[in-house]
């Protein structure tokens, strides 16, 4: 979708309590080795095959190669992975069929191009493969990704979903475009760091509350990084949340909340996105 579209008084598209369905969902917060991919992989597996019963599984940013910037740049020609025909894509895409689950792990993607991509897979049962890109990225990656252009939405049998990565849940603009487009679930993998698990919680709940959609936090607790996952309901509320250690946080989100909370309040069709964005009178748009 566009950025912002106007008006906004259409809201998000497809959302009724008739048409909305329990969504079970597991949160995965687990250590993993930097650098052993092969190994990650197969704990992925694992992890899916003891979680089968959900209906969406999300792992965390660079789940697969472990984030580490100075072990992606020294062993990108070994790391990194084309997104449709690699290693990872070929076992989400198989694990997401075997299991009918929806799947969203972060990856190191190689792109057409050659340059090296911050990106997410999102595999679903019907054998759909999509991939995100990280749009914003933090300072320090900037010499080492390349950044996406895409805000898209991804419809799953688990609930349309709007990507994000990490860093992007400081931009309250880019989960509200997802709404627009119809986003259901915001899914944000993240690898934040250590003694900054205020920001996951602040954030979480705030691109929540805001849209009035769901979201979902899944943090690295690798060393150097906060753990605290966090799962947040249309109001704002917590669903579910984890410390520091290894865990898989486990819960159903009802998205038949999401018209009722925007029938209380309607916030998002009453915006009026000139006036934030332009700068200027809508009158004069």
Do not use: W
């Not at 008739?18 to 597991?26: K, T």
């Not at 931009?171 to 760091?193: D, N, R, W």
């Amino acid at each position: 979708p566009n950025p912002l579209p106007h008006p906004y008084r259409q809201g998000c598209r497809g959302m009724t309590a008739e048409n909305a369905r329990p969504v079970r969902l597991a949160v995965v917060q687990h250590v993993m080795p930097v650098g052993d991919p092969e190994h990650n992989r197969k704990h992925l597996a694992d992890i899916v095959a003891e979680h089968g019963n959900a209906d969406l599984i999300v792992f965390p940013e660079m789940f697969v190669p472990g984030y580490d910037l100075n072990v992606v740049t020294a062993r990108s020609s070994d790391l990194a992975e084309h997104a449709r025909t690699g290693p990872t894509a070929r076992l989400v895409k198989d694990l997401s069929k075997r299991h009918d689950v929806t799947i969203v792990v972060g990856f190191l993607e190689r792109a057409e191009d050659g340059k090296l991509c911050n990106s997410l897979l999102i595999a679903a049962p019907g054998g759909n493969l999509a991939t995100y890109r990280k749009s914003h990225l933090f300072p320090a990656e900037l010499p080492v990704f390349e950044a996406g252009h895409e805000l898209p939405v991804i419809a799953t049998p688990a609930g349309i979903l709007g990507p994000q990565i990490c860093f992007e849940h400081a931009f309250p603009a880019i989960a509200t475009t997802q709404a627009l487009g119809g986003a259901e679930i915001l899914v944000i993998p993240s690898a934040v760091g250590a003694d900054h698990e205020h920001l996951i919680e602040v954030r979480t709940r705030a691109r929540a509350q805001d849209n009035q959609i769901f979201a979902i936090a899944a943090n690295s607790n690798s060393p150097g990084f906060c753990g605290h996952s966090l799962v947040v309901d249309p109001r704002g509320r917590v669903l579910a949340a984890a410390g520091l250690e290894d865990a898989v946080l486990c819960t159903t989100l009802d998205l038949s909340e999401i018209p009722a909370e925007r029938g209380r309040e309607p916030s998002l069709r009453m915006g009026r996105p000139n006036l934030y964005i332009l700068g200027h009178r809508e009158d004069q748009a």
